[in-house]
T-cell receptor, first 113, second 116 residues
Framework: AQSVTQPDIHITVSEGASLELRCNYS??????LFWYVQSPGQGLQLLLK??????LVQGIKGFEAEFKRSQSSFNLRKPSVHWSDAAEYFC???????????FGKGTRLHILP | DGGITQSPKYLFRKEGQNVTLSCEQN?????MYWYRQDPGQGLRLIYY???????QKGDIAEGYSVSREKKESFPLTVTSAQKNPTAFYLC???????????????FGAGSRLTVL
């Protein structure tokens, strides 16, 4: 069965520092991978997605993610975080022909001034 | 602007009562989904629907029911059979790609249900 693991429940970084949020997936077929962000009490917003092609994908708000098939990972990165990036981040996996999108449990990002 | 509207945003219920959460979209999307979110649990799929008058159970469908009479609407009823209904409920929609690709979800703002 497909699954998504986000090993870090909370991460704290200083404003201006770089960020990497980890995501590992388990899926037999070629996965489609997503990162979503959620502000408190709100819905989720798509940051970026990977379907095929270039394994480094660019998203909104200066985020990027790299698909590494050999490591079954899709880590999210940002070179310099802003206080407004404080939120919860979800990695998700889907597949061609599969109706379900499976989400990880999320990583809450805290920003120190 | 196109989007997904969930209502109400906050809902309180007494034990033993059924409640219905509304989800309406004007994106002309084929597929609609209901997820439940609990702290530290991520999003868990309750029900989803690819087309009108058809829907499938997700991973945690027990105690919930849905209908899909119109393309734009996918209401969720939380029944008294749901043992622990207090949660944040998220509705989503997507263009249904079937075998052509994965579905990119657009989410509503959510409804928070509290059982008193």
């Amino acid at each position: 069965a497909q699954s998504v693991t986000q090993p870090d429940i909370h991460i704290t970084v200083s404003e201006g520092a770089s960020l990497e949020l980890r995501c590992n997936y388990s899926y037999g077929a070629t996965p489609y991978l997503f990162w979503y962000v959620q502000s408190p009490g709100q819905g989720l917003q798509l940051l970026l997605k990977y379907f095929s092609g270039d394994t480094l994908v660019q998203g909104i708000k200066g985020f990027e993610a790299e698909f590494k098939r050999s490591q079954s990972s899709f880590n999210l990165r940002k070179p310099s975080v802003h206080w407004s990036d404080a939120a919860e981040y979800f990695c998700a996996v889907g597949a061609k022909g599969d109706d379900k999108i499976i989400f990880g449990k999320g990583t809450r990002l805290h920003i120190l001034p | 602007d196109g989007g997904i509207t969930q209502s109400p945003k906050y809902l309180f219920r007494k034990e033993g009562q059924n409640v219905t959460l509304s989800c309406e979209q004007n994106l002309n999307h084929d597929a609609m989904y209901w997820y439940r979110q609990d702290p530290g649990q991520g999003l868990r799929l309750i029900y989803y629907s690819q087309i009108v008058n058809d829907f499938q159970k997700g991973d945690i469908a027990e105690g919930y029911s849905v209908s899909r009479e119109k393309k734009e609407s996918f209401p969720l009823t939380v029944t008294s059979a749901q043992k622990n209904p207090t949660a944040f409920y998220l509705c989503a929609s997507s263009v249904y790609r079937g075998w052509g690709g994965a579905n990119v979800l657009t989410f509503g703002a959510g409804s928070r249900l509290t059982v008193l």
